[in-house]
């Protein structure tokens, strides 16, 4: 029987993520969020890029030369009864592996589309992700205070270029200068809008009238209720019921449009999201399911972040608590080190802050101390529990280089550091498929993580290295790692390599060269992602 309290605790959890292309508004939107749950007093402080506040930790040298944060954090609040945790997925120049594995300890998606511009590169790879775990995947249409693409084109482009169905949860009435609000499909309300000029208050001033009064009529004038009336006829009969099933396992996407700069259309927003949203759920182990509240205490470890405070070489292995309780002191079973272990300095990041964690619940994040126990993935149980959760797949990088080491006399420091760092998770490194160590070639999502290496490389492990970038940016993992790469044909624009343990992979310059290999090659198998 789980206690009543770790229950409840649990149940009012509900952690995600928020995906988008660079600029689309994430860290607006998830201010406003703060803002909601009372956790920040002024919008304005998730993320400045050059923000003093953040100069008060230790980041790497880095990542105060360039004002970005390399890592992610998650922040929390509550609202209306919920405990909300929002993780942190980094994007622009810091978009990384990391932000790839955030995704796979968060329980939904809120993808964020601006609405001027639709899907963009960035959401369509981290829309992948999010379908490859079958989680549930919310719309936020953004920036409707600008002239916006016509909101049916936009539905579709959602549905064709990522194949998910859509089911408008409110409609926009105009965009720009004739953005008048958002009518809610369920209540027949609009919430009408007018925007505000001043940045830091609560929200845009709105008022809410009913789809056939009219004020409302006489409020956005004949031209636009007309078409508006008539769009909403289309919608009623054109788009998909809202089938909760269908939202649960990421098939059916609810949308919703508003401004996150103007705080128009977040209430709406979070009200149906929390209440559409489940849980934490169980999740798959070696052993079944685990349930998350009648289990104690189990998480896996999602990321590791190196050398937060120069004084130590520590690293913080950020875990998301799957089942149960945690409380600081406590045992737990580290199954890949077969150890008993206690977690040292539990915390949480916390916008700008970290504070020290005495409690944590199922859904929760939480970073930990690692000595260099802990790798991506690992899985941490009650102490008497031995099973296992399911690995975090290996994201293809997009960009290489190979590394040439500047002092061959240090070849031991070199080979430890990129061993170390690989072990991290911060790059994948990769041989000739011919050759042995002699040539490394390094593999990163995103290209930040090259200056991250060649700094760490010499400032712990004293190697200066020299990265010369080669021509491929598409890496695919060969599925049946038996196959004789010697025998593939058209593959002359190809680059074979493999990686620590051997399977081989290839490396091509663009998607065009990827389908010609398929199609020569009857019976290849290629993978984007490789599962652990
Ligand atoms: P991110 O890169 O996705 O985190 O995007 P930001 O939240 O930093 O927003 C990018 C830019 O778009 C900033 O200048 C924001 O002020 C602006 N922005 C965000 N939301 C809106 C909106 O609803 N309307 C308008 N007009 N601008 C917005």
Known sequence: MADKNIENEIKKRRTFAIISHPDAGKTTLTEKFLL?????????????????????????????????????????????????NILDTPGHQDFSEDTYRTLMAADSAVMVIDASKGVEAQTIKLFKVCVM????????????????????????????????RTCPMNWPIGSGKEFKGVYDRETKMVDTFEAISTGGAKKAAETQYHIEDQELKDLIGPYLY??????????????????????????????????????????????????????????????????????????????????????????????????????AGMEVYHAASKRKLKLSQPQQLMAQDRKIV???????????????????????????????????????????????????????????????IAQEGAIQIFQEFTAGLSEIIVGVVGVLQFDVLKYRLENEYGCEIRLEPIPYNYIRWVKDPSTDLTKLKRVSDVKKVK??????????????????VLEHNEGLELLEFRKN
């Open 36 to 84: 909601f749950g009372g956790a920040i007093n002024t919008a304005g402080s998730v993320k400045g890029k050059a923000n003093s506040k953040y100069a008060v930790s230790d980041w790497m040298d880095i990542e105060k030369e360039r004002g970005i944060s390399v890592t992610s954090s998650v922040l929390q609040f509550n609202y209306e009864g919920y405990c909300i």
């Open 133 to 164: 775990r079958h989680i549930p995947i919310f719309t936020f249409i953004n920036k409707m205070d600008r002239d916006a693409r016509d909101t049916f084109e936009l539905l579709d482009e959602i549905e064709n270029v990522l194949g998910i």
């Open 226 to 327: 007309d078409q508006f009336k008539e769009e909403i006829e289309l919608v009623d009969g054109a788009t998909d019921e809202v089938d909760l099933e269908k939202v649960q396992k990421g098939e059916l996407s609810p949308v919703f449009f508003g401004s996150a700069l103007n705080t128009f259309g977040i209430d709406m927003f979070l009200n149906y999201f929390l209440k559409m949203t489940t849980p934490p759920l169980g999740r798959m182990s070696d052993q079944g399911v685990i349930d998350p509240v009648t289990e104690p205490f189990s998480a896996f470890v999602f990321k590791i972040q190196a050398n937060m405070n120069k004084a130590h070489r520590d690293r913080i292995a950020f875990m998301r608590i799957c089942s149960g309780k945690f409380e």
């Open 358 to 420: 005495e409690e944590a619940y199922a859904g929760d994040v939480i970073g930990v101390f690692d000595p260099g126990l802990f790798s991506i993935g690992d899985t941490l149980t009650f102490p008497g529990k031995k099973y296992q959760y399911e690995g975090i797949p290996t994201f293809a990088p997009e960009h290489f280089c190979r590394v040439v080491q500047m002092n061959t006399m240090k070849r031991k420091q070199f080979v430890q550091g990129v061993t170390q």
């Open 499 to 516: 990686d620590m343990k051997g399977n081989p992979l290839l490396l091509f310059a663009n998607e065009w060269v990827i389908n010609q």
